[in-house]
């Protein structure tokens, strides 16, 4: 018989922490072990009951979320799933920076119409934390730093872009003729982080990007991506043309596809079916990036669950292009990028740290 998941459910809001224990009490497999009230009662009891799996709300009276984390993480081998509210999306993102393993949007006062939804919702992402090795959540914590560095070292020993003449606008350097498609999922939004901190505004491509979010938090990775990178970081609007030096994000419920119109590459989204029960999905993008760019093509799958990315990777890799894959040592989950491996899709196999290099060194190709 499978091993129960113990989780202990914190929030500061008596309602909440009874929808969720109820929430999660149609599954046999999951026991909610304890609640606590605030970040104090959270440490206290994460030392106390050992749970498999922490659900924390980031406001909270006495001892925030954000500042309780570190304390979590440091005393339990409990995973972290964040109570997010989207009108506080920053503070979700630097939860995730900090350790935690994901986050579900926090269910408002007086839900009761969706509890099946939010079960199913919450659910999965309690069997994905339990599924992450919590010796790998305390590495990657310390090892930011380090990954930056490695990245700037390599960044030093290597030539660097061209450079745009000074003044030039990023849309007035000529036509793009490579696209870099990028897929994430778990874990997924440092990753990016780290993959564009590496990436100068010259670069000669344009990026597209597939990051599975909850309604809401497309918009809001875009703006943190754009404040922290120096491309221009946008989610995606239907039509827009592909930029060298810019990204674009795709937005929650909308697949997004690349096509040639009038010999000007642009984002085309749909309200297609889910693919692998997402939308968007990273496979309709990689394949139509293959599509129009060809040899010019690069995919990258990062950290996440699952198989999405596998078979559009592999279209990328037939066409021409460049693969690349997030290692598993790096991972948070080594679910998108191994389905990848499995399918003879990759050509690189990186640590996410050398991701950026890999990139620029596909650029250096073409």
């Known amino acids: 018989m499978p091993s129960l998941i113990k989780v202990l459910v914190v929030d500061d809001s008596a309602l909440i922490r009874q929808i969720l224990t109820r929430a999660l009490s149609v599954d046999p497999r999951v026991e909610v072990v304890g609640v606590a009230r605030d970040g104090v009662e959270a440490i206290q009891k994460a030392r106390e009951l050992d749970p498999d799996v922490i659900t924390l709300d980031i406001n909270m009276p006495e001892l925030n979320g954000l500042e309780a984390l570190p304390h979590i993480l440091k005393d339990s081998s409990a995973r972290v799933l964040i109570l997010s509210n989207v009108d506080d999306p920053e503070t979700t993102y630097q939860a995730l920076d900090a350790g935690a393993v994901d986050f579900i949007s926090k269910p408002k006062q007086g839900f009761a119409s969706s509890i099946e939804e939010l079960s199913d919702i919450l659910l999965k992402k309690i069997h994905t934390a339990y599924g992450v090795d919590p010796r790998r959540v305390a590495r990657l914590a310390r090892r930011v730093g380090d990954a930056v560095q490695r990245e700037t070292a390599t960044a030093v020993l290597e030539p660097a872009m061209p450079t745009p003449a000074a003044g030039e606008p990023k849309s007035s350097r000529g036509r793009v003729r490579s696209?870099?498609?990028?897929?994430?999922?778990?874990?997924?939004?440092?990753?990016?982080?780290?993959?564009?901190?590496?990436?100068?505004?010259?670069?000669?491509?344009?990026?597209?990007?597939?990051?599975?979010?909850?309604?809401?938090?497309?918009?809001?990775?875009?703006?943190?991506?754009?404040?922290?990178?120096?491309?221009?970081?946008?989610?995606?609007?239907?039509?827009?043309?592909?930029?060298?030096?810019?990204?674009?994000?795709?937005?929650?419920?909308?697949?997004?596809?690349?096509?040639?119109?009038?010999?000007?590459?642009?984002?085309?989204?749909?309200?297609?079916?889910?693919?692998?029960?997402?939308?968007?999905?990273?496979?309709?993008?990689?394949?139509?990036?293959?599509?129009?760019?060809?040899?010019?093509?690069?995919?990258?799958?990062?950290?996440?669950?699952?198989?999405?990315?596998?078979?559009?990777?592999?279209?990328?890799?037939?066409?021409?292009?460049?693969?690349?894959?997030?290692?598993?040592?790096?991972?948070?989950?080594?679910?998108?990028?191994?389905?990848?491996?499995?399918?003879?899709?990759?050509?690189?196999?990186?640590?996410?740290?050398?991701?950026?290099?890999?990139?620029?060194?596909?650029?250096?190709?073409?």
């Open 179 to 366: 696209a870099v498609a990028i897929a994430s999922s778990t874990g997924g939004p440092p990753a990016l982080e780290r993959v564009f901190d590496g990436i100068p505004e010259s670069v000669p491509a344009s990026f597209l990007v597939v990051q599975h979010l909850p309604p809401g938090f497309s918009a809001s990775l875009a703006r943190r991506l754009n404040a922290r990178s120096s491309l221009i970081v946008r989610e995606a609007e239907d039509g827009m043309p592909l930029v060298n030096g810019t990204a674009l994000i795709a937005p929650h419920g909308r697949h997004m596809r690349v096509a040639d119109v009038a010999g000007v590459p642009r984002v085309v989204l749909s309200e297609d079916e889910p693919v692998h029960g997402m939308r968007p999905s990273a496979d309709p993008l990689f394949e139509s990036v293959a599509d129009v760019f060809g040899e010019d093509a690069v995919g990258v799958v990062l950290t996440g669950m699952g198989s999405d990315g596998a078979q559009g990777l592999a279209r990328i890799k037939e066409s021409g292009g460049r693969t690349i894959a997030q290692d598993e040592e790096t991972s948070v989950v080594w679910g998108m990028p191994s389905a990848a491996v499995k399918a003879g899709a990759v050509g690189h196999i990186v640590p996410v740290g050398l991701v950026a290099a890999e990139i620029r060194r596909s650029m250096r190709r073409s």
